[in-house]
Each structure stands twice: as C-alpha cells, then as structure tokens.
C-alpha cells in the first residue's frame, strides 16, 4: 500500500481556513479517555471532543455497530426510510417526552429546525405576526445565520448582518425580563438547560417554571436546546428530567453519536404535522450509518448503572478539584452537573482560561474553555477513575504554572 501523505500541524495554517486555532500537536489514535498523538505522546482527555465522545474513544459498542452497519447500508435518501432510523426514533420517543423526531446531522441544523417548525406553528396559528422568539444572553445555539442570531454573542453574528429578525434577547436566569418579553406574538421561547458554551451555567429550576408557564399562557413553543446537556451528560437521560419542565420541543446532538455525527429534533404529536411533506428537509439526516452508531450509544448509556455512573463521577471530580483549589486558590466556583463542569476562574486570574488548558496540553490533558474566564471539563461518561486520578495529577502541573 502507498505510504499516507505525511502531515504536520503546520500544514493547518497553510491549508485550513482559519477559523480554529486547534492545539500545536496532533491525535492520531484513541482509546477510552486516553489518546496519542503524532509523537507517541499519551493525553488524558478530559474535553471528550467537546461532549461528544460519551463512551470515550474507539469503544466496542459503537466500533461494532459502525464496522457491522458499514458492510450492510450507508446511505439511501430519505426517499426511503431504513431500519436504524426507526428503531433510533423509537428508542428516542419510548425514553423521552416526545413522539416524534427529526433527524439531521449537528446540534446547529437540530436547532434550526426546532426553529423553523416554531415559525411554521406560529403562522398557522392564525394569530398575526405570531413569529417571535425570545432566547438568552450569551447562550449558544450554534452557527447558521438562524442560530447563531438567537445565540447570546453577538460576537459570533455581528459580521453577518442582516441577520433574521423577530428575536429578542432577554437576560438568563431573569423570569421578569422573560416575561417582559413574551407576548401572543411569541412563537417559541429556546433555552438551554444549562448554558454550556456560555460558561456552564445552570437555569433554575424556578425559570424553566416560569418559562413553561409563560409559554403555555401565550401560546408559545418551548424550545429545550439540549444539544450538550443530553444523552446522559448530567446523570439523567435529558437534563429537563431533572427539572420537572417538559418542552415542547427538545434539541440533541453531540452525545448523541459517541462521536459520529448526528442530531435530532424532539417533539410532540400536537406540533410534529405543522412540518408536512416537503417543508422540511435533509440529505443525510437520519442516514443508516449514524443512526445504528447512535442506537447502539443511546442504549449503552441510557442504563441505570451509566447515568447513576455520570452522578458518581460528578462527586468524585468535584472532591479532586476542591482539593487542588484549596492548593492553588485560583477557582471561585466550580458547577454544572454530572460531566459538564465548569471552574470559574478568580478575578486575579480573569481571561486565563486558554492559558490553562494549553498548560494542561504541555503536561498530557486535554481541557477545554467556556468563555474566557471558565475551565470546562466534559469527558467520556464512563472515564475510569484511575484517568481522573491521572488527569487531575496533571492538571494540578498546569495549574502551578498559573500561580507561579
Ligand atoms: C454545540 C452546541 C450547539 C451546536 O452544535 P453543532 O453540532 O456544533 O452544530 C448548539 N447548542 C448547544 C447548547 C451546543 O452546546
């Protein structure tokens, strides 16, 4: 066989549009909440491919289902349906609220059809002008020009103007601002269970009530944008099971796939035919390939043993964390929930977030940021202790380097 085209991470500058600036080495193999790369160097992963990697890397389960599904069918068109598709639906609407689903490739395009569909209920509601959607200050919904304009960063849509109108930001977390803003002209409200990019910041418990009420008074959809928080990421199945607040539409991805990519819309029988044929779409969604890898993830996790596992490691990263920040007194306060944790870094130490985790890169670890001033760790769902115990030893490297 021919030799590979050898590469190196400088080749990304020169071939790459610019817009990551990915870590000065690069991974060529993985195994569990391990992987090497081009040097033979092993890092233990803590940013799981940013909520992704839910069984960690090159597990058997979804090895098996990709490897088996990979000899059978790839691809078809949603001019025909196939078998992992349906019994990924039913797996999706048997566990959750839902029952219907949507299928699609990424977080960003879940979104956009939660978005699209709350449009399309609003205008056949009859209700005139019933197209506004509230979202939240510095949340994150991803990077088309409709999600990225309900996002809370202006940052990240500014550049694109004229971006679509009819949505209103209100601050997080503020249900006297929400309701300020929601109105019989309110077509959805979108909100995430935790902002994650954000900062890892959980809602309240009391806001997401509130929401709910305010969207059932005016007639609005409420949109749980669940991409990072689901599939086991908290320790429940969804984050909106532990939170008593049903949506009317739910938003997954990341996890969904362990790794290949996949996303899905969530909804009910009242709203699901406001999307009839042809009004909606996609090429590969639902496509054989990613729905058998996330059928076989999706029932790997959804276990007592898995999630009750999630809420273990919760504890057992937070007791390793407090006990470096009582060293190193560079944490004000480490949250989130199950596997999505975020430590907020002291003011003395405001903007440093990426410094640490290019340190943590230099000692073997891979970390990722939530915003300037948060370290964000979301690793596989079942990372063995033993790799926590080492990430952290690592870790606590990186963060002398910060104090000194
Ligand atoms: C990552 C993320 C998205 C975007 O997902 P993509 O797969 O990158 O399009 C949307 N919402 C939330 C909450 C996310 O964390």
């Not at 550049?159 to 929601?182: M, R, S, T």
């Not at 994650?196 to 409420?222: S, T």
């Not at 928080?229 to 969904?256: E, F, H, Q």
Request: proline fraction near 5%.
């Amino acid at each position: 066989m021919e030799q590979p085209i050898s590469v190196t991470r400088s080749n990304f500058n020169d071939w790459m549009v610019p817009v990551f600036a990915p870590a000065n080495f690069i991974p060529v193999r993985g195994e569990g909440s391990r992987i090497w790369d081009q040097e033979n160097k092993e890092y233990i992963d803590f940013a799981g491919g940013i909520a992704v990697n839910a069984l960690g890397h090159a597990h058997p389960v979804a090895v098996n289902a990709l490897t088996e599904q990979a000899t059978k069918l790839w691809h078809v068109g949603n001019g025909y349906t196939n078998e992992p598709v349906l019994r990924l639906a039913k797996q999706l609407t048997e566990n959750t609220f839902a029952d219907k689903v949507f299928f699609c490739n990424s977080g960003a395009e879940a979104n956009e059809a939660a978005l699209k569909l709350a449009r399309k209920v609003g205008l056949d509601s009859g209700v005139a002008g019933k197209s506004g959607i509230v979202a939240f200050n510095n949340a994150f919904h991803g990077r088309t020009l409709f999600t990225v304009s309900a996002g809370g960063q202006p940052k990240y849509s500014q550049d694109f103007a004229p971006l679509p109108n009819g949505i209103n930001h209100v601050a997080f977390n503020d249900l006297e601002a929400a309701k300020a803003a929601i109105n019989e002209q309110t077509c959805a409200v979108i909100v995430e269970p935790i902002q994650g990019e954000g900062g890892v910041i959980p809602a309240d418990i009391e806001f997401l009530k509130g929401l709910r009420a305010l969207c059932d008074e005016f007639g609005a959809l409420l949109i749980f944008d669940e991409v990072q928080t689901g599939v086991g990421r908290t320790g429940s199945l969804y984050a909106y099971m532990n939170s008593g607040v049903t949506p009317d539409i739910l938003t997954t991805a990341k996890a969904l796939g362990g790794g290949f990519p996949v996303g899905a819309m969530l909804t009910t029988d009242k709203f699901a035919p406001h999307f009839s044929v042809g009004t909606h779409g996609t090429t590969y969604g639902g496509n054989p390939l990613a729905s058998a890898v996330a059928g076989a993830v999706f029932e790997f996790i959804n276990t007592p043993e898995v999630l009750e596992g999630v809420k273990h490691r919760h504890q057992y990263f937070l007791d390793a964390l407090n006990i470096l920040n009582a060293e190193y007194q560079v944490f004000d306060e480490i949250r989130g929930q199950g596997l999505l944790i975020g430590c907020v870094l002291k003011a003395e130490y405001a903007g440093k977030a990426k410094d640490i985790t290019t340190w943590a890169g230099e000692e073997g670890l891979l970390a990722l940021i939530a915003g300037p001033n948060v370290v964000r760790f979301t690793p596989s769902l079942i990372i063995p202790e033993q790799d926590i115990d080492e990430g952290i030893a690592r870790l606590k490297r990186a963060l002398a380097k910060l104090a000194k």
